[in-house]
């Protein structure tokens, strides 16, 4: 089955504390993997994708990695507005003969306290 | 740029009610999503279209259903509304299906009471 978990559910950081936010999936025929931001009461924010294993993209103080089963989202010195829920999603999957599907994690809830 | 619009933001309904979600997008893009987001649940997807005229089921389509007459636009229809649809409703459009990034409206808040 299709699957992405993302760990830990929950993340309260110092300012200037870095850390990492896991994104594992299974998915069969993966095309891409795709990071985005949530703020309350808004829509998810793209912010990155991956195609294949070993690729990184940066954007500020975040980074993203793609291994064969698993995403990493490293922030580097947080600040406050860098708060939000990080949802990783995977495209792919063979769903109705078609390989066009999103499949979202329940996403990390980061707090990045001043 | 509008992106993708999603009206209304906030409703609450009846139960047995119907209502008509609208989205509409105008990136031209040919794939287009509905997802609910229920807390702590994150996004499922209830029903996807590939184009004008094709769409397909999700994996939480009952209650539901769609239409794709256009590109720009994928009304999602509620029908009988249930207690169970309580959710934030978000509408989302690709230029391709799962290879591309996905964007997303701002979403309907819905309550059926």
Known sequence: EDQVTQSPEALRLQEGESSSLNCSYTVSGLRGLFWYRQDPGKGPEFLFTLYSAG????KERLKATLTKKESFLHITAPKPEDSATYLCAVGGGNYGGATNKLIFGT???????P | NAGVTQTPKFRILKIGQSMTLQCAQDMNHNYMYWYRQDPGMGLKLIYYSVGAGITDKGEVPNG????RSTTEDFPLRLELAAPSQTSVYFCASSRTGGRTEAFFGQGTRLTVV
């Open chain 1, 55 to 58: 690729e990184e993209k940066e």
């Open chain 2, 64 to 67: 539901y259903n769609v239409s």
């Open chain 1, 107 to 113: 996403g990390t809830l980061l707090a990045v306290q």
